[in-house]
């Protein structure tokens, strides 16, 4: 047998899961904080992870005011098998993790199965509580403080990601923190769909792949603030955090090798095959002289503590965790040939609109002249490139120098400017239609004081269709997604998808969100009517990021010939390049007044190009 039960439960609608090893006194404080709930309709699982004669003792004794089961594994088998066995024996709808080392708030278990009972779509979201901190001893060393500063801007900065409606709530720096464990709630049914925790990962990084797993099935992320538990930490943080650095890099190992997952969350094992030729060096470097900045890390551990500065704490908190990282990747085995296999290439999208002399400004940022295309074109099968099948992008298998060439709103100006050349060079763009105005007008530009245009006919799309032109949609009527209801939301990407199907008699693998606009439910939506892949207005390569949320270089009027040209390469003009970099350097310094002086020159050089580059254009 693989678990042993103590006690007998009933019917509850929700099951707290609560893992733990030889820690009896503070699970049993975990205990009492759920006994003062202010709700009732709940039970608990306990599940030790191991043998443990102090928890059985425990389970003898413990009288509470709720149905509570005790599991026991016979060994020690890691806190996502203990996860797991708990969520399998629990009989509630609802599933809440918490663990052992935790207080519940008097509130926490209504207010998760309030957002439950509220929510529109309740079997496809999960629920997100709020973590505070409370240290059990005094921290003395700088780097313990300094860590424990950063643990809680960092739970902080979740929280708001959580709570935040913009771009943000889906791309970077949230994907790559996204978590699902400690205060977390899912229906049990979405759990078991989905597999639960994977069990490879056995001592770290099992919340957070699970948290993007869930995320990028589709299932929506729901802050609830007032469900708060307080985590009790005594541990030493600063060797706490090395393990954890350690044991990252052998997760990222596993998860790449071993579970082929490709995302934002590993894609840091492939790094020094991705950036420009100095990065590429200096990660080259890193690999090399690990053994060299673990030496340095120590030697600024010591010089940080002795004169808590903080620059030095920021400087070996960043050598600290490269150096722990990498050494434990190059302790797998895992070399930098196997890195650069799996790396793969960049993927590169264009991103344009009308084929058709711009009469304003406002058209010049999206529309290109006939001319000015007939030379970038020229530029582009000169250079040797072709474009990429969409099918190959699906299967991240574009060739070198392929590029996804895509066309928003499906202007009818494309039937007498891009066939002949499809035609002629056997291109295979896709153009991404507003199914509710094919043969009609662009009303959505016209409510925005644009001239009316006309849009392709169903004749003329079935007729591209035949030379290997795809089609996508781009909605029905084109709003802005994030600001429509539930129930136009789901029209919007799943009924422009089936409408489009039945027109062209072939399946619509790939949306564009109109005017860029997203947000997590929106992604959530994208997700749930079927899209493989989905196509956002932000800048750059492509590179183990969302299939949902991939990035495309605009090519307009304002598009200089050198920067299509690196465009083609890069995927963002050379301002975007250089801002991102100048972003993460200002991101990097150790003082807040040379982060923000670095941020008004970044903006002020910003300003200087958009307006040298205006009147470049004027002169042109």
Not at 40 to 51: A, P
Not at 561 to 586: H, K, P, V, Y
Request: glycine residues 6%; charged residues 25%; contains cysteine.
């Amino acid at each position: 047998m693989m678990t042993e039960t103590v006690g007998v439960v009933s019917g509850q609608s929700c099951s707290i899961i609560i893992p733990t090893w030889k820690r009896p006194h503070i699970l049993r404080e975990v205990l009492d904080s759920l006994a003062r709930q202010t709700c009732s309709g709940f039970e608990v699982v306990v599940v030790s992870d191991g043998d443990d004669a102090p928890t059985r003792e425990l389970a003898k004794s413990c009288r509470v005011p709720f149905p509570i089961a005790w599991l026991f594994h016979p060994e020690n088998r890691g806190q996502a098998a203990a996860r797991n066995t708990g969520a399998h024996h629990a009989i509630g709808d609802i599933l809440l993790f918490l663990d052992d080392d935790t207080l519940a708030n008097e509130t926490l278990v209504q207010s998760h199965l309030d957002r439950h009972r509220n929510a529109a779509d309740a079997g496809r979201i999960v629920v997100i509580g709020k973590i505070t901190e409370r240290r059990l001893d005094s921290l003395n060393r700088p780097t313990d403080r300094f860590l424990q500063q950063n643990w809680e801007r960092s739970l902080a900065l979740y929280a708001a990601r959580l709570s935040d409606t913009s771009l943000d709530s889906i791309a970077g720096e949230f994907e790559t923190t996204l978590s699902f464990g400690l205060n977390c709630s899912i229906s049990r049914a979405l759990f078991l769909h989905h597999g639960g925790f994977n069990e490879v990962l056995r001592i770290t990084d099992e919340d957070n792949e699970f948290g993007i797993r869930l995320f990028l099935a589709g299932i929506q992320f729901v802050f609830e603030p007032a469900a708060i538990v307080v985590h009790r930490s005594d541990k030493d943080l600063t060797e706490y955090l090395k393990s954890c650095w350690q044991q990252s890099g052998k997760s990222d190992v596993a998860r790449v090798f071993r579970l082929s997952e490709k995302n934002s969350q590993t894609r840091r094992l492939v790094s020094p095959f991705k950036g420009g030729a100095l990065r590429h060096s200096a990660s080259v470097a890193r690999w090399h002289s690990t053994d060299v900045l673990c030496a340095a890390a120590e030697w600024l551990e010591s010089a940080a503590n002795a004169t808590n500065s903080k620059w030095l704490l920021r400087l070996w908190g960043r050598i600290a965790a490269d150096a722990n990282y990498w050494r434990s990747v190059k302790s797998t085995g895992c070399t930098l040939h196997q890195l650069q296999h799996a790396a793969g290439s960049r993927r590169i999208a264009l991103m344009l609109h009308s084929i058709s002399d711009p009469f304003s400004p406002a058209e010049k940022s999206y529309y290109l002249s006939p001319k000015r295309f007939s030379r970038f074109m020229q530029r582009f099968l000169s250079s040797g490139y072709r474009t990429s099948s969409l099918h190959s992008w699906l299967e991240d298998a574009v060739p070198p120098k392929h590029v996804l060439l895509t066309f928003d709103d499906a202007y009818d100006d494309l039937y007498e400017h891009l066939l002949p050349l499809v035609i002629q060079h056997h291109l295979t763009p896709v153009l991404f239609l507003v199914v509710d105005r094919i043969g009609q007008t662009n009303l959505w530009d016209q409510a925005n004081g644009l001239r009316s245009r006309n849009l392709l006919t169903l004749s003329q799309i079935r007729e591209m269709q035949k030379y290997g032109v795809l089609f996508g949609s781009h909605s029905l009527s084109h709003p802005s997604l994030p600001s429509v209801s539930d129930k136009q939301l789901r029209r919007e990407t799943l009924d422009s998808r089936l409408r489009l199907e039945d027109l062209l008699g072939t399946e619509i693998l790939s949306f564009a969100y109109p005017y860029g606009d997203l947000d997590q439910r929106v992604r959530s939506a994208a997700a749930n009517a079927g899209y493989k892949v989905a196509f956002t207005t932000l800048a750059g390569p492509n590179w183990w990021n969302d299939s949902l949320c991939q990035r495309r270089a605009d090519i307009n009027e304002y598009t200089s010939l050198s920067d299509f040209s690196r465009s083609l390469r890069n995927g963002e003009r050379l301002a975007q390049s250089i801002s991102a970099a100048l972003r993460t350097c200002e991101e990097s310094l150790p003082f807040s007044a040379l982060r923000h002086f670095a941020h008004a020159v970044r903006i002020s050089g910003r300003r200087l190009y958009l307006r040298t580059s205006m009147e470049a254009e004027r002169r042109r």
